[in-house]
């Protein structure tokens, strides 16, 4: 009943930059925050930028700096700008949400995933 999906990944040059989007939809009453990881091959799943419903951020500090999570809340979507790409950048980027579909309780869900791929 609630699905994240996200775009906006690809190939980009070092120094390049995309922009992620993700998308909340489904019964969803609130989402409490939302956030972006990130998984490269032979590595554990790393936390990347978070953002609350009232717009706080925090950063890994592997990207303070160069990433900017932000939202667009009447469209229930997180953005993750990447600008200054490194290889070390490319991995599977997963959005995750914190959703209240009801006012009593509340959930993580998890996006599919879109590939950031940063050539040297």
């Known amino acids: 009943q609630v699905q994240l999906v996200e775009s906006g990944g690809g190939l980009v040059q070092t120094g390049g930059s995309l922009r992620l989007s993700c998308a909340a939809s489904?019964?969803?009453?609130?989402?409490?925050?939302m956030g972006w990881y990130r998984q490269a091959p032979g590595k554990q799943r790393e936390w990347v930028a978070g953002i609350t419903s009232v717009g706080s951020t925090n950063y890994a500090d592997s990207v303070k700096g160069r990433f900017t999570i932000s939202r667009d809340n009447a469209k229930n979507t997180v953005y993750l700008q990447m600008n200054s790409l490194k290889p070390e950048d490319t991995a599977v980027y997963y959005c995750?949400?914190?959703?209240?579909?009801?006012?009593?309780?509340?959930?993580?869900?998890w996006g599919q995933g879109t590939q950031v791929t940063v050539s040297s």
């Open positions: 995750n949400g914190l959703i209240r579909r009801t006012p009593g309780t509340q959930q993580t869900y």
């Open positions: 489904g019964t969803i009453f609130s989402i409490s925050a």
